[in-house]
C-alpha cells in the first residue's frame, strides 16, 4: 500500500463535503481500520482461490455496517445515506472488487429494495436478518434479453390460487450463485391484475428464496470480479405466496427506476476511490522504478499523465459529490413527507453524469497503472493487472456508458 493519499476526506482532516459532520469522520476511521484489518489481509489468498467465504457477511454486519441507511427499527442504525457512502468508499480499499460487488450487491440492492417497498412482515423476514449478515440477498432484473430495457424482461408471473408461479431466466446477477433469496423483476398480464398495457406498468417485484422448488442456478466465471458469486437463474414453475410480492402489482417499473439512481451514484463512489486508489500505487511504483538511471515518475511524459488523471479524479469526485448531496435531500424530504426539493430530471442527469465519468475513469487509471509497471503490471503476482480486470465492468454494470448518455441527452430534450 503507498503512502500516498489523494482522499480528500483524509482521517483526521477537514470532511471533504460540507454534509460530512465529525460522525462522518469518525465511521470513516472506524471503516477503514475495519477494512484494513479484517478484509484487505486476506484479498490475495480469497482471489487465488476464486472465492470467499460466507461469514465475511456476519463479519461485516457485526460492527453495523449493513445497516447504516436503515431504520433501527430493523436492525439498522440509520438511515444516513452519508454513512453508507461513507462505507462504500472505504469498501472499495478492501483489494477484491469481488468481495466488494457481493457485499455491495447484498446491502444496496437487495435490501434496499426490502427497505422501500416491503411490509413489516416481509422486513421482519427478509430485511431483518439480512442487515444481521444471516441471510445473503440478490437483485434480479438483468437477463439474457434485457438489461437497461427493464421492460424488455421476459421472466412472467401469473396467478395461482392464492399465490404466483414465475418462470424465465436471470443472469450476470451478482450473489446469484449463493444468495438465500433474490428479488425478481416479473411481468404480470392483465388478466392477473396488472392495469395498464404498457409493459413498464407490468414489471412487478417478487422475493424468492433461492430453495424453492424450480429454483436453478450456476455460478458464472468472469474476466474480472472472481471472487464474486455472480450467477444465472432459472425460474420453472416457482410458485410463491402473494405475500412475497414486494410492492403493488405493476408497481415494480418505479421502483426499479429509483434504486437504479442509488446503485449508479454507489458505483460512482466506489470508483471514485478505486480511482484514487490506483493513481496512487502508479504514482508509488514510477517513484521507485528507474530507468536510463532515473525514476520513471521523473519524465514529463508520466508526470503529464498522471497530471491529467488526478484532474479527472477532482472532476469525477466533485460530479458524484454533486449527486450525492440530491439524493441526501431528497431522501430525507420523502422520508418525511415533504415535497421534494430536487427537481428529478437534475437528479437522474447528475447521476449518469457521475457513473459516466467515474466508471471510465477507474479503468483508464488502473489502464495506466498496468502501463507504468510495464512487464511487471501483465504479471499476476501484481495488483496492477487485478484492478484493470474489476475496473473493466464498471462501464457496463448497472448501466453502459452508452445507456448513461442516452439518458443524459434525453434530460436535455434530446
Same mark, same amino acid.
Given at each position: 500500500?503507498?503512502?500516498? $493519499?489523494?482522499?480528500?476526506?483524509?482521517?483526521?482532516?477537514?470532511?471533504?463535503?460540507? /454534509?460530512?459532520?465529525?460522525?462522518?469522520?469518525? /465511521?470513516?476511521?472506524?471503516?477503514?481500520?475495519? *477494512?484494513?484489518?479484517?478484509?484487505?489481509?486476506?484479498?490475495?489468498?480469497?482471489?487465488?482461490?476464486?472465492?470467499?467465504?460466507? %461469514?465475511?457477511?456476519?463479519?461485516?454486519? $457485526?460492527?453495523?455496517?449493513?445497516? &447504516?441507511?436503515?431504520? %433501527?427499527?430493523?436492525?439498522?442504525?440509520?438511515?444516513?445515506?452519508?454513512?453508507?457512502?461513507?462505507?462504500? +468508499?472505504?469498501?472499495?480499499?478492501?483489494?477484491?472488487?469481488?468481495?466488494?460487488?457481493? /457485499?455491495?450487491?447484498?446491502?444496496?440492492?437487495?435490501?434496499?429494495?426490502?427497505?422501500?417497498?416491503?411490509?413489516? @412482515?416481509?422486513? +421482519?423476514?427478509?430485511?431483518?436478518?439480512?442487515?444481521?449478515?444471516?441471510?445473503?440477498?440478490?437483485?434480479?432484473?438483468?437477463?439474457?434479453?434485457?438489461?437497461?430495457? *427493464?421492460?424488455?424482461?421476459?421472466? #412472467?408471473?401469473?396467478?395461482?390460487? $392464492?399465490?404466483?408461479?414465475?418462470?424465465?431466466?436471470?443472469?450476470?446477477?451478482?450473489?446469484?450463485?449463493?444468495?438465500?433469496?433474490?428479488?425478481?423483476?416479473?411481468?404480470?398480464?392483465?388478466?392477473?391484475?396488472?392495469?395498464?398495457?404498457?409493459?413498464?406498468? #407490468?414489471?412487478?417485484?417478487?422475493?424468492?428464496?433461492?430453495?424453492?422448488?424450480?429454483?436453478?442456478?450456476?455460478?458464472?466465471?468472469?474476466?474480472?470480479?472472481?471472487?464474486?458469486?455472480?450467477?444465472?437463474?432459472? !425460474?420453472?414453475?416457482?410458485?410463491?405466496?402473494?405475500?412475497?410480492?414486494?410492492?403493488?402489482?405493476?408497481?415494480?417499473?418505479?421502483?426499479?427506476?429509483?434504486? !437504479?439512481?442509488?446503485?449508479?451514484?454507489?458505483?460512482?463512489?466506489?470508483?471514485?476511490?478505486?480511482? +484514487? %486508489?490506483?493513481? =496512487?500505487?502508479?504514482?508509488?511504483?514510477?517513484?521507485?522504478?528507474?530507468?536510463?538511471?532515473?525514476?520513471?515518475?521523473?519524465?514529463?511524459?508520466?508526470?503529464?499523465? !498522471?497530471?491529467?488523471?488526478?484532474?479527472?479524479?477532482?472532476?469525477?469526485? =466533485?460530479?458524484?459529490?454533486?449527486?450525492?448531496?440530491?439524493?441526501?435531500?431528497?431522501? =430525507?424530504?420523502?422520508?418525511?413527507? @415533504?415535497? *421534494?426539493?430536487?427537481?428529478?430530471? +437534475? /437528479?437522474?442527469?447528475?447521476?449518469?453524469?457521475?457513473?459516466?465519468?467515474?466508471? #471510465? &475513469?477507474? !479503468?483508464?487509471?488502473?489502464? @495506466?497503472?498496468?502501463?507504468?509497471?510495464?512487464?511487471?503490471?501483465?504479471?499476476?503476482?501484481?495488483?496492477?493487472?487485478? #484492478?484493470?480486470? $474489476?475496473?473493466?465492468?464498471?462501464?457496463?454494470?448497472?448501466?453502459?456508458?452508452?445507456?448513461?448518455? @442516452?439518458?443524459?441527452?434525453?434530460?436535455?430534450?434530446?
Amino acid at each position: 500500500m503507498s503512502d500516498i $493519499d489523494l482522499t480528500p476526506a483524509v482521517v483526521g482532516g477537514a470532511p471533504a463535503l460540507p /454534509l460530512y459532520g465529525d460522525e462522518h469522520t469518525a /465511521l470513516r476511521h472506524a471503516a477503514r481500520t475495519f *477494512v484494513a484489518r479484517e478484509l484487505a489481509p486476506h484479498a490475495d489468498a480469497w482471489e487465488e482461490a476464486e472465492d470467499f467465504p460466507r %461469514e465475511v457477511f456476519r463479519t461485516v454486519a $457485526d460492527p453495523g455496517f449493513f445497516g &447504516l441507511k436503515f431504520d %433501527e427499527r430493523w436492525g439498522g442504525s440509520g438511515p444516513d445515506l452519508l454513512a453508507q457512502a461513507v462505507w462504500i +468508499e472505504e469498501l472499495a480499499r478492501c483489494g477484491s472488487g469481488g468481495v466488494a460487488a457481493d /457485499l455491495g450487491a447484498h446491502s444496496d440492492l437487495a435490501c434496499l429494495y426490502l427497505a422501500h417497498a416491503g411490509t413489516d @412482515e416481509q422486513l +421482519e423476514r427478509w430485511l431483518r436478518p439480512s442487515i444481521a449478515g444471516e441471510l445473503i440477498g440478490a437483485l434480479g432484473v438483468t437477463e439474457p434479453g434485457a438489461g437497461s430495457d *427493464v421492460a424488455g424482461i421476459a421472466t #412472467r408471473a401469473r396467478r395461482d390460487g $392464492d399465490g404466483w408461479v414465475l418462470d424465465g431466466a436471470k443472469v450476470f446477477i451478482t450473489n446469484g450463485s449463493w444468495c438465500d433469496y433474490v428479488v425478481v423483476a416479473a411481468k404480470v398480464g392483465p388478466e392477473d391484475g396488472a392495469t395498464s398495457e404498457d409493459p413498464h406498468g #407490468r414489471v412487478t417485484l417478487f422475493v424468492v428464496d433461492a430453495d424453492t422448488p424450480g429454483v436453478g442456478r450456476r455460478r458464472m466465471s468472469m474476466l474480472g470480479w472472481r471472487t464474486s458469486h455472480t450467477g444465472e437463474l432459472i !425460474f420453472e414453475g416457482v410458485r410463491v405466496g402473494d405475500d412475497h410480492r414486494l410492492g403493488d402489482v405493476g408497481g415494480g417499473f418505479g421502483l426499479i427506476m429509483r434504486n !437504479f439512481a442509488w446503485e449508479r451514484l454507489s458505483m460512482s463512489l466506489g470508483a471514485v476511490t478505486a480511482a +484514487e %486508489e490506483g493513481l =496512487a500505487e502508479a504514482i508509488a511504483y514510477a517513484r521507485e522504478r528507474e530507468v536510463f538511471g532515473r525514476p520513471v515518475a521523473s519524465f514529463q511524459v508520466w508526470r503529464h499523465r !498522471f497530471a491529467d488523471l488526478a484532474t479527472r479524479i477532482a472532476t469525477g469526485r =466533485a460530479l458524484t459529490e454533486h449527486a450525492l448531496r440530491l439524493h441526501v435531500a431528497t431522501e =430525507a424530504a420523502l422520508r418525511a413527507g @415533504e415535497p *421534494v426539493p430536487v427537481d428529478t430530471m +437534475e /437528479l437522474v442527469r447528475a447521476t449518469s453524469m457521475a457513473k459516466l465519468v467515474t466508471q #471510465r &475513469l477507474a !479503468f483508464d487509471v488502473a489502464d @495506466e497503472s498496468v502501463q507504468v509497471h510495464g512487464g511487471a503490471g501483465y504479471m499476476m503476482e501484481y495488483r496492477a493487472q487485478r #484492478r484493470w480486470r $474489476d475496473t473493466r465492468l464498471g462501464p457496463i454494470g448497472g448501466g453502459t456508458d452508452e445507456i448513461m448518455r @442516452e439518458i443524459i441527452a434525453k434530460t436535455y430534450g434530446l
